[in-house]
C-alpha cells in the first residue's frame, strides 16, 4: 500500500503570493494517478486536479499540478482570498483490495 | 445539477448499528462506481470503501473490513453503508463520492456535504 506525505503541514502565506504544496509517495505512482482536493472548514472536498496535472471542471487556471513517480506538486499562482483551505493528495488506483490513499492534507493559512 | 445528499447519521453507542444512505441525482448513477469516504473530527480524509457500477466489484479499508456492508440500488440512484459493530473510532462524517465513470482507477469528482456519526458510550 502506497503512503502520501504532504509538506508543508501548514503553509503561511499571503493573497497575492505564490503556493508550492508538495505530496510524496513511498512508491512510484502508477500512471500519475494522483490527485489533488481542496476542503474549506464545513464543506466537503473539492477536486482540483486529476491525473497529476490536469484541472478538474471548472477550476482556475490559476490552480496546477505537475510531478510524477514519487513526487508531486500543486502550485497555486497567485493566492486569492478564497484559497485558504486544506489541501490533501490522493493515489488512486492503486493496486486492489486497498485502491485510494490520501495524504494528511496542508493548511493553507493567511498569513 | 449533480447532487449528493447523505442520510441516516447520527448517535450509537458502542456495538450498534447504523445504515447510512445517499441519494443522487443529476448523473448516469447506474454507469458510475461510488465510494464512501470519512473523516474524523479535526482529521484527515479515509477511505472507506468502494463498489463498481453494477456491484460486482467492492472494496474495503481494512478498518471497516468485516464489519460495514456498501451496496447500491441504481433502480433508486441510491449509496448505501451498512454499518455493524461499531467502534469509538468510527465516529466521523462520513461523504459519499463519485467518479465519473465505472473503475477504481478513477478520481472522486462529485461529493455530497457529508452525514455525521458518533460513537459514544
Known amino acids: 500500500e502506497i503512503a502520501l506525505t504532504q509538506s508543508p503541514g501548514t503553509l503561511s502565506l499571503s493573497p497575492g503570493e505564490r503556493a508550492t504544496l508538495s505530496c510524496r509517495a513511498s512508491?512510484?505512482?502508477?500512471?500519475?494517478?494522483l490527485a489533488w482536493y481542496q476542503q474549506k472548514p464545513g464543506q466537503a472536498p473539492r477536486l482540483l486536479i486529476y491525473?497529476?496535472?490536469s484541472r478538474a471542471t471548472g477550476i482556475p487556471d490559476r490552480f496546477s499540478g505537475s510531478g510524477s513517480g514519487t513526487d508531486f506538486t500543486l502550485t497555486i499562482s497567485r493566492l486569492e482570498p478564497e484559497d485558504f483551505a486544506v489541501y490533501y493528495c490522493?493515489?488512486?488506483?492503486?493496486?486492489?483490495?486497498?485502491?485510494?490513499?490520501f495524504g494528511q492534507g496542508t493548511k493553507l493559512e493567511i498569513k | 445539477e449533480v447532487q449528493l445528499v447523505e442520510s441516516g447519521g447520527g448517535f450509537v453507542q458502542p456495538g450498534e448499528s447504523l445504515r447510512l444512505s445517499c441519494a443522487t441525482s443529476?448523473?448516469?448513477?447506474?454507469?458510475?462506481?461510488m465510494n464512501w469516504v470519512r473523516q474524523a473530527p479535526g482529521k484527515g480524509l479515509e477511505w472507506v470503501s468502494y463498489?463498481?457500477?453494477?456491484?460486482?466489484?467492492?472494496y474495503y479499508a481494512d478498518s471497516v473490513k468485516g464489519r460495514f456492508t456498501i451496496s447500491r440500488d441504481n433502480a433508486k440512484n441510491s449509496l448505501y453503508l451498512q454499518m455493524n459493530s461499531l467502534r469509538d473510532e468510527d465516529t466521523a462524517v462520513y461523504y459519499c463520492?463519485?467518479?465519473?465513470?465505472?473503475?477504481?482507477?478513477?478520481?472522486?469528482?462529485?461529493w455530497g456535504q457529508g452525514t455525521l456519526v458518533t460513537v459514544s458510550s
Open positions: 463520492s463519485s467518479s465519473v465513470g465505472s473503475g477504481w482507477y478513477l478520481p472522486f469528482d462529485y
Open positions: 443529476g448523473f448516469a448513477f447506474s454507469s458510475y462506481s
Open positions: 463498489i463498481s457500477s453494477s456491484s460486482s466489484t467492492i
Open positions: 512508491q512510484s505512482v502508477s500512471s500519475g494517478y
Open positions: 491525473g497529476a496535472s
Open positions: 490522493q493515489h488512486y488506483g492503486s493496486s486492489p483490495p486497498v485502491p485510494y490513499t
